[in-house]
């Protein structure tokens, strides 16, 4: 397998520029379904989540043209079948969307239960629940989900979610577009990325009122027009970024981001002694001095992402005194703590609360990334450990960071990229 070779204990300076959002990305694809037209698509992230969505989407006869290396057409007229090739559903967590979009154009949808990273349970009973609060039979058999909307079209309804689910709430809200009548979701999740993708069901023609609220309303359309949206940035990679720099050290200005997507992530920089400067699309993060401990619970959003938990866990490995982490959203994200371990680290996990006592320095080792958040802390703690640490199963992190070591790299990082050479060249599948 591909893996990572890190020579620590290098500031990182420079500038770095953000991509689209991953988790705004993942669902937009599916949607296009819908769209009777060609939808473009700009600031579309490289990465391995979204070349595979677009494979999915093409087996399913969907036509993609790649306009620069950021920009996508896609044109689902053609589009006739609802059953997705097993194969490559099952790689990818957000394959789930394809049930809502294809529901919501097809009446049926057969989709396989979601893969992706595996950090504990992550049932999709709230997706279902609201698919069948909406008039579609729901089996789940066999490791596959069968749809299908009676009467062929799916009904508007008040679905009110017995957990805040990001997931369920993209999902429901994409099946609601094209309903008969209004839909109603109660106790919605308010990520940025849920109301990117409103936006862009709105900029095809879609109803979708109170996105970024926990009740947002959908009134069905007849069908959605194409048209042309870009992806806002993604707040995670530059919330991973501002978190290496304050492990790290140094100073580095990110570019195309929201500033006000990132509080909480710069709040809790600020209490760690890290210097966060916000500009209008940008964010200086400076690191001279020593961390200073805090205490982190990562809450739905506007609270910490529970995306960001893994990295901020690595910095304050470095800080002078204890923290405390709670992961307030999954029952099980501590995977990676005994990679830290090897590394050096002083973490123990109780239940959802991890006790971190700052330590004088990491040693450099060989660990693997367990998912795709916690392989990008891997890079951290890799950049502030002492000697080389070797970092394997990458795939994860380039389901989700564009470019992540050459941008590393700019930034004056030491990070190699050793490639499998029993494994063919990894080429993106819809390339320039």
Same mark, same amino acid.
């Not at 306009?67 to 967590?93: F, G, L, Q, W």
């Not at 359309?221 to 949206?229: A, I, Q, S």
């Not at 320095?361 to 950049?383: E, K, N, Q």
């Given at each position: 397998?591909?893996?990572?070779?890190?020579?620590?204990?290098?500031?990182?300076?420079?500038?770095?520029?953000?991509?689209?959002?991953?988790? %705004?990305?993942?669902?937009?694809?599916? $949607? &296009?379904? /819908?769209?009777? @037209?060609?939808?473009? !698509? =700009? +600031?579309?992230?490289?990465?391995?989540?979204?070349?595979?969505?677009?494979?999915?989407?093409?087996?399913?006869?969907?036509?993609?043209?790649?306009?620069?290396?950021?920009?996508?057409?896609?044109?689902?007229?053609?589009?006739?079948?609802?059953?997705?090739?097993?194969?490559?559903?099952?790689?990818?967590?957000?394959?789930?969307?394809?049930?809502?979009?294809?529901?919501?154009?097809?009446?049926?949808?057969?989709?396989?239960?979601?893969?992706?990273?595996?950090?504990?349970?992550?049932?999709?009973?709230?997706?279902?629940?609201?698919?069948?609060?909406?008039?579609?039979?729901?089996?789940?058999?066999?490791?596959?989900?069968?749809?299908?909307?009676?009467?062929?079209?799916?009904?508007?309804?008040?679905?009110?979610?017995?957990?805040?689910?990001?997931? %369920?709430?993209?999902?429901?809200?994409? $099946? &609601?577009? /094209?309903?008969? @009548?209004?839909?109603? !979701? =109660? +106790?919605?999740?308010?990520?940025?990325?849920?109301?990117?993708?409103?936006?862009?069901?709105?900029?095809?023609?879609?109803?979708?009122?109170?996105?970024?609220?926990?009740?947002?309303?959908?009134?069905?359309?007849?069908?959605?027009?194409?048209?042309?949206?870009?992806?806002?940035?993604?707040?995670?990679?530059?919330?991973?970024?501002?978190?290496?720099?304050?492990?790290?050290?140094?100073?580095?200005?990110?570019?195309?981001?929201?500033?006000?997507?990132?509080?909480?992530?710069?709040?809790?920089?600020?209490?760690?002694?890290?210097?966060?400067?916000?500009?209008?699309?940008?964010?200086?993060?400076?690191?001279?001095?020593?961390?200073?401990?805090?205490?982190?619970?990562?809450?739905?959003?506007?609270?910490?992402?529970?995306?960001?938990?893994?990295?901020?866990?690595?910095?304050?490995?470095? $800080?002078?005194?204890?923290?405390?982490?709670?992961?307030?959203?999954?029952?099980?994200?501590?995977?990676?703590?005994?990679?830290?371990?090897?590394?050096?680290?002083?973490?123990?996990?109780?239940?959802?609360?991890?006790?971190?006592?700052?330590?004088?320095?990491?040693?450099?080792?060989?660990?693997?990334?367990?998912?795709?958040?916690?392989?990008?802390?891997?890079?951290?703690?890799?950049?502030?450990?002492?000697?080389?640490?070797?970092?394997?199963?990458?795939?994860?992190?380039?389901?989700?960071?564009?470019?992540?070591?050459?941008?590393?790299?700019?930034?004056?990082?030491?990070?190699?990229?050793?490639?499998?050479?029993?494994?063919?060249?990894?080429?993106?599948?819809?390339?320039?």
């Amino acid at each position: 397998m591909d893996r990572y070779l890190i020579n620590g204990g290098k500031k990182l300076y420079g500038e770095v520029e953000i991509s689209g959002a991953k988790n %705004a990305a993942v669902a937009m694809i599916p $949607a &296009a379904l /819908m769209v009777d @037209g060609v939808c473009r !698509i =700009e +600031n579309m992230p490289q990465i391995s989540d979204t070349d595979m969505l677009m494979s999915i989407i093409s087996a399913l006869g969907a036509k993609i043209k790649v306009i620069d290396p950021t920009t996508v057409e896609i044109d689902c007229r053609s589009v006739h079948n609802c059953d997705a090739p097993y194969d490559k559903m099952r790689r990818i967590r957000a394959s789930y969307y394809l049930i809502g979009a294809m529901l919501g154009r097809f009446g049926c949808a057969k989709t396989t239960m979601p893969g992706g990273c595996n950090f504990g349970v992550r049932p999709i009973d709230q997706h279902i629940k609201g698919m069948v609060a909406m008039g579609a039979k729901v089996e789940v058999k066999n490791g596959f989900v069968y749809a299908e909307a009676r009467g062929g079209r799916l009904n508007g309804a008040r679905i009110y979610l017995d957990k805040v689910s990001v997931g %369920a709430t993209m999902n429901i809200m994409i $099946a &609601a577009v /094209m309903a008969s @009548g209004r839909t109603v !979701i =109660e +106790n919605a999740a308010r990520e940025p990325h849920i109301v990117d993708l409103a936006n862009f069901l709105n900029s095809m023609g879609a109803d979708v009122r109170g996105a970024g609220t926990d009740t947002i309303k959908v009134n069905g359309v007849e069908r959605l027009h194409g048209g042309t949206y870009s992806i806002i940035p993604d707040q995670i990679e530059a919330g991973t970024y501002m978190m290496a720099v304050a492990a790290a050290g140094g100073e580095v200005r990110i570019n195309n981001i929201i500033p006000k997507h990132l509080e909480c992530i710069s709040a809790k920089l600020v209490e760690m002694g890290v210097d966060v400067e916000e500009l209008e699309d940008a964010v200086i993060v400076r690191r001279e001095g020593p961390l200073r401990p805090t205490n982190v619970k990562t809450l739905p959003y506007p609270g910490f992402p529970t995306d960001m938990q893994p990295q901020i866990s690595t910095a304050l490995c470095f $800080a002078n005194g204890t923290s405390f982490v709670t992961e307030g959203v999954w029952d099980n994200r501590y995977k990676y703590v005994n990679e830290l371990r090897k590394m050096g680290a002083n973490i123990e996990v109780s239940g959802r609360t991890a006790v971190i006592e700052g330590v004088p320095c990491l040693t450099g080792a060989p660990v693997a990334a367990c998912d795709l958040r916690a392989g990008a802390a891997m890079v951290i703690a890799g950049l502030c450990a002492n000697g080389v640490t070797e970092v394997e199963d990458v795939h994860f992190i380039e389901r989700g960071y564009e470019d992540f070591t050459g941008k590393l790299i700019r930034l004056g990082a030491d990070i190699t990229v050793v490639r499998d050479p029993d494994e063919p060249e990894k080429v993106p599948m819809f390339a320039v």
